[in-house]
């Protein structure tokens, strides 16, 4: 006979919290784990393929072939910028 679990597994996911603390986290019973992701998006292609900074407000665009150098750059919503 099966066991049916009635409430979500915990288990010790490798990691901290801002404190320094292990955190525990649920996870369903087929082991699928819930997350929140934070942080910029970032989209690698050509120069001539980057779209206008308009519409990448917040992302960065690696252009692996641009002349100046390789240097990953954000969209502030009008133009483009290298993050020294």
């Known amino acids: 006979m099966s066991k049916v ?6 288990v010790l996911i490798q990691g901290k919290d801002q404190l ?3 955190r525990y986290v649920n996870v369903t ?3 699928d784990l819930r997350v929140q992701l934070s ?4 989209v690698i292609g ?3 393929d980057r ?4 519409e990448m407000r917040g992302r960065g665009y690696y252009a692996w072939d641009a002349p100046a150098g ?8 009008t133009t483009w ?3 020294q």
Not at 39 to 42: L, M, Q, R, Y
Not at 51 to 54: E, I, K, L, T, V
Not at 70 to 76: A, D, E
């Open 5 to 10: 679990l009635t409430r979500p597994l915990r």
């Open 20 to 22: 320094g603390k292990a």
């Open 29 to 31: 019973e087929s082991g």
């Open 39 to 42: 942080g910029n998006d970032v």
């Open 46 to 48: 050509l120069l001539a």
């Open 51 to 54: 779209p206008p900074a308009s």
């Open 70 to 77: 390789q240097k990953l750059t954000y969209s502030n919503g």
């Open 81 to 83: 910028v290298v993050n």
